[in-house]
């Protein structure tokens, strides 16, 4: 994996060295605190780091593996752990929507409700539908940039 394909073997550029400082936890903690500013405002300082950071975690990867990835791996294997993992996730996800279809339905329905209290439970519902939704949009625009997406165990 290289890094910096752009650069075809010149020196790095001062940004580059900062990006390297940084991930591998060498700045004062005024340039730290420098650096991180510019995290915010510069998308592509942060593509860099999270490059020299994958470089990091890749050569921890070469490392021979531990006692414990071999059970891992064994597990894996094991079709009681596999069946159980995937009917396991099955049942949370439906029985999830399940209940939210049914509390959604129970709430529209129920004439002992006032009309507050259904807008606030409705409310609560679509509150929590939104918090999942952004979690999961922010998840996604750094996935990018996790130094572990490669990793296996």
Known sequence: MNARPENNGAPPSPDELLAMAFADGELSPEERLAFEKRLTQEEALGRLVAEHMALDVLARRVAPRE???????????????????????????????????????????????????????????????????????????????????????
């Open 67 to 153: 006692p414990q990835d071999f059970e891992w791996a064994r597990l894996q294997l094991d079709p009681f752990y596999r069946t159980s993992v995937s009917l396991g996730w099955i049942l949370v996800i439906v029985g999830s929507l399940a209940t939210l279809a049914l509390t959604v339905y129970g709430v529209a329905t129920n004439e002992s409700l006032t009309p507050l209290m259904r807008i606030l439970i409705l409310s609560a519902l679509l509150g929590f539908l939104l918090l999942f939704l952004s979690v999961l949009m922010r998840r996604l625009r750094t996935l990018p940039l996790d130094p572990y997406r490669h990793v296996e165990r």
